[in-house]
């Protein structure tokens, strides 16, 4: 039997709840991408950036030399980058990325061996990463376990399990058909290209024109408050998580194609470097907040510190140490023009 009492107080704090909901899902449009606080000091590093580039190295704007910026260093981790965005704006964290890449690289590299056509063993790849993210999204819903620890411990059984089925040896010589979705061109652009560019498309028009879009940022923002409104948050985060493998599965289809072959190891220690991306780009790492062209904007800020470092023959260990550095930089800029932004 239901409390009077408790349903005076649900009617009371309902309102509150709407209005904080409310002011989560204003505005999220691309116009507030450019105004957000994050995006001068993250665009002026990108500008300094790509001038100390060009300082120290005349060969960063060869043109073979941005191929391999945008199609080695930049690409393949934008669109993973956008899962763990997606991730990161519902609260939680993914760090089973990885080895969802390297279990659906040795599941395409054993459907390819045994005959299987190139399209079937891409489909069962994607169903595969698809069904990672959906068991991360049960153990942290269904199960309350904390997004840390459940996709830690099911990153690390994806990849035991790969490198058990692989006995950790590569599958080489893979079907022609097959090396097209990272090789080949549509009206000369690269496949990969065309991919990701519509990967990024519809996911900044779901999050920022749909009814869907508007529920990831009330989960993310306030769940008390989104559920007060009828959203069903975990529901919300179950999918996002579900499209959180999927995304790592493409990106691991693309991996494996450009490489010719397929690993477990793919994809090994990934997951640092799309928080940092993330981070740059101005999500917030408690939800809630964040965009996925910053996202994506942040991991071309790393592509290309990667790219010019190497250029100008920094040893590896430096570049993890700059880009920390950047972090902590990025983030101290970002703090500062809010702090003048509330001032103002």
């Keep these: 039997m239901s409390n009077p009492m408790d349903s005076q107080l649900d009617a009371s704090t309902a309102p509150v709840h709407e209005k904080k909901l409310r002011s989560i899902e204003e505005g999220i449009t ?3 991408f450019w105004q957000s606080a994050y995006t001068p000091g993250l665009v002026l590093l990108l500008v300094a950036i790509v001038f100390f580039s060009l300082l120290t190295k005349g060969q960063f704007l060869n043109p073979d030399n941005l191929v391999t910026l945008v199609l080695v260093f930049f690409l393949e981790f934008a669109l993973v980058t956008i899962g763990m965005t997606l991730v990161i704006l519902v609260r939680g964290i993914d760090l089973s990325i990885g080895g969802i890449i390297g279990l659906v690289s040795v599941v395409l590299g054993v459907t390819l061996k045994a005959g299987i056509p190139t399209l079937i063993a891409i489909l069962i790849g994607l169903l595969v990463g698809t069904a990672c993210g959906i ?3 049960v153990l942290v819903t269904r199960f309350r376990t904390p997004a840390i620890i459940a996709t830690l411990g099911s990153g690390i059984m994806f990849y035991g399990i790969a490198i058990g089925a692989s006995g950790g040896q590569p599958y ?3 079907p022609d058909s097959f090396a097209w ?3 080949g061109k549509v009206l000369g652009i690269p496949a990969q ?3 990701f560019l519509a990967i990024v498309v519809i996911s900044h ?4 024109y749909t009814r869907f879009g508007r529920w990831v940022y009330a989960s993310g923002g306030n769940a008390t408050a989104a559920r007060f409104s009828g959203i069903q948050v975990k529901r919300v985060v179950l999918a996002i998580y579900a499209i959180s493998g999927l995304l ?5 289809v693309i991996i494996c194609s450009r490489y010719y072959s397929a690993k ?3 994809g090994q220690g990934i997951e640092l470097t799309l928080i940092t991306a993330a981070l740059l780009g101005g999500v917030n790492i408690a939800g809630g907040e964040g965009t996925i062209l910053g996202a994506v904007l942040g991991m071309l800020v790393i592509a290309i510190v990667q790219n010019g470092l190497i250029l100008a023959g920094v040893h590896s260990t430096i570049q993890g140490v700059t880009i920390g550095v950047l972090v902590i930089l990025v983030m101290l800029v970002n703090r500062f023009l809010a702090q003048r932004r509330v001032s103002a």
């Design 135 to 137: 068991l991360n999204g």
């Design 181 to 183: 979705f990272a090789n």
């Design 30 to 32: 691309i116009r507030n």
């Design 248 to 252: 790592a599965a493409v990106s691991g």
């Design 172 to 174: 080489m010589n893979l």
């Design 264 to 266: 477990g190891l793919y």
């Design 193 to 195: 290209v065309i991919i």
């Design 205 to 208: 028009v779901t999050l920022s």
